[in-house]
């Protein structure tokens, strides 16, 4: 089976490695993201539907001061730049750059 670093986009040895059950989840997601981009469905819609099926995930798998934890950790993150910055420096990475 293919290492984690190859289906996360890290070099491998740079970060944590991730977990291959996450490595996975995260490439069936990507792929879906990138159905609903080519079939024109609107950004806000894509991610409002997204967001809606983690927290029934989350909902459905712990107890809810978890889920706000994860959520405050979360909002921390994009308050902090964080989740934009590696946004970006995907797009700058990514295939065909």
Do not use: W, Y
């Not at 670093?5 to 989840?25: F, K, M, W, Y």
């Not at 995260?26 to 990138?34: G, Q, S």
């Not at 107890?63 to 909002?75: F, G, K, Q």
Request: hydrophobic share 40%.
């Amino acid at each position: 089976m293919a290492d984690t670093a190859d289906n996360t986009g890290h070099d491998g040895g740079t970060g944590p490695e991730v977990p291959e059950d996450l490595a996975r989840c995260a490439m069936v997601v990507e792929h879906a993201i990138d159905h609903l981009k080519q079939e024109k469905f609107p950004p806000l819609a894509v991610a409002s539907a997204l967001l809606g099926g983690a927290l029934g995930v989350l909902a459905r798998s712990m107890d809810r001061d978890t889920v706000l934890r994860i959520l405050e950790s979360a909002a921390a993150s994009v308050r902090s730049g964080d989740v934009h910055a590696s946004v970006h420096a995907d797009t700058e990475t990514g295939p065909g750059n």
